[in-house]
DNA sequence: CTATTTTTAGATCAATTGTTCTAAATTTGA
DNA sequence: TCAAATTTAGAACAATTGATCTAAAAATAG
């Protein structure tokens, strides 16, 4: 009965089946069975609910990763379980991730957050890899900078492989993301210490 | 003097700092000096501006991978000079890169023609591996299947390097280019055998 | 030179958009 | 209960869009 809530659930519904440029208010209102002038009283400008639901994905995402930061050690089981839940977030926000580059550019606010976010993250990112080096599970003779670069491998690998998806294969949901799971935990297999790609192989 | 030229140099420009979604025929006619209805003589619907725009692009990668193939043995230097030109390529078209699926969305063709050329590249990939392998170059210690994970790799950072440095660095040109080929360099650099990453660090 | 074709400008059309406005209906709270 | 606040419907507005149409201008060809 929560109008806004509702909204917010038909506007995520029609973005992801439509894409966030074929969707405007007219429609999500009409699919709702209320008028145009009412979504504008929850919502004055349409950017807001784009927003509000990049809002919800940035704070799922803070949680997983408060989750995953209790966790010590970490083993290459809780970084595949990580995983898997940043998958299945990103899958239920995909309309984000597709359309990635347009909504920064319409909603500007979006821009500054994911950008401080990317910066936050990298840092975690270091410590993690820190704590399996030491573990005995990535490798320690690499260079710094293959590690470095890995960190944006791994942006653009979580940001696009749901652009991919729509591009080539076009799997749905669980399936996307069983297949796209296994790229995450290949990519990382190259990383490995030689007794930990034999365990992997198990 | 060729009008069809001209508008599509300008649409180029356009698309390229303005984004697809935000450049209109009549922008593109506005920044020419010519009329509106002149424009649509020369091409009727608007999408097919993007659609030759992609025609070119692609004609451009066919071309790089013909030169490609006609060299052998292929080395990682060849390989390095191939990657940077690809890059190169991409940032002269990067609005398709920027709104690929908006794209093929909109322009369904588009959509069909990148699929027919995913999969032909996909072959093409998995060719190049085996003579690097043969040539001492890339490890033959790993499982097939972390191999075709790193075919999907290189497909996701090659169509969205682009998108992660509009999200964060904003890199311009030759700057973008030569940050990104390290970053794909250093994506090889756990696949090749320990002699060849000795060869690549100097 | 002149007739024909190609190119161009500019008006125009219908559709759609985000948003605002007004007034009615509904809910809330004392 | 009943006044005030909240929520709603639906009309309305100005702006913009892709595309079409008409007629003039320019280029081409015989």
Same mark, same amino acid.
Not at 72 to 75: A, D, E, R
Not at 138 to 143: E, I, M, S, V
């Given at each position: 009965m929560d109008t806004r809530t509702n909204i917010l659930r038909t506007a995520l519904e029609l973005y992801n089946s439509q894409g966030v440029n074929t969707i405007t208010s007219r429609h999500i209102a009409a699919k709702m069975g209320i008028s145009p002038g009412n979504l504008h009283y929850h919502?004055?400008? $349409? =950017?807001e609910i784009i927003k509000t639901l990049y809002e919800q994905l940035a704070a799922g995402f803070d949680d997983l990763v408060s989750e995953l930061e209790l966790i010590?050690?970490?083993?290459l089981d809780t970084l595949q379980d990580f995983s898997v839940r940043s998958l299945e977030l990103a899958y239920k926000y995909r309309f984000i991730f597709l359309h990635f580059v347009e909504i920064s550019l319409r909603v500007p606010a979006i821009r500054k957050d994911y950008y401080a976010l990317t910066q936050r993250r990298e840092k975690e990112f270091f410590i993690i890899f820190g704590q399996l080096k030491a573990a005995g599970i990535?490798? $320690? =003779?690499?260079?710094e900078s293959i590690w470095e670069s890995l960190v944006t491998q791994i942006f653009i690998m979580g940001d696009f492989w749901l652009s991919n998806n729509e591009l080539t294969g076009k799997l749905r949901g669980s399936q996307a993301i069983k297949h796209y799971s296994k790229i995450f935990s290949a990519m990382f297999y190259p990383y490995l210490t030689p007794s930990a790609q034999a365990r992997m192989a198990e």
């Open positions: 919502f004055r400008q $349409t =950017d010590n050690p970490v083993t990535f490798r $320690t =003779d690499f260079p």
